[in-house]
């Protein structure tokens, strides 16, 4: 069987992915809600549940994982600070279903 061309979204998705693109917040989670375009009851979906829910339907094999991510650095004076984040985003690529 042909497999079936990417789409924009799958090309999108496989772009972070290969970059390993982290989203810590949600101003840098915004472009990728509003590219995957989920929507219930014309409300844009933000949970990363639900998106992956809208991408499993889709047949997209690209999840969003809920990550915990620790980063280090320096500020102007030459303390060390530690930013803990408990909410990241990492997008993750799933094996494809066998028919």
Known sequence: MAQRP???????LRKLY????IFLMWADRKELIETINAKSNGKLL??????????????????IKPITKQITFVDENG?????RYK?????????KEEK
């Open 6 to 12: 990417y789409t924009e979204l799958q090309r999108y």
């Open 18 to 21: 290969n970059k390993g693109t």
């Open 46 to 63: 933000k949970r990363a549940s639900s998106i992956n829910k809208v991408l499993e339907e889709r047949k997209i094999n690209f999840r």
């Open 79 to 83: 303390n060390k600070i530690r930013r």
């Open 87 to 95: 909410s990241a985003w990492r997008i993750i690529k799933i094996p």
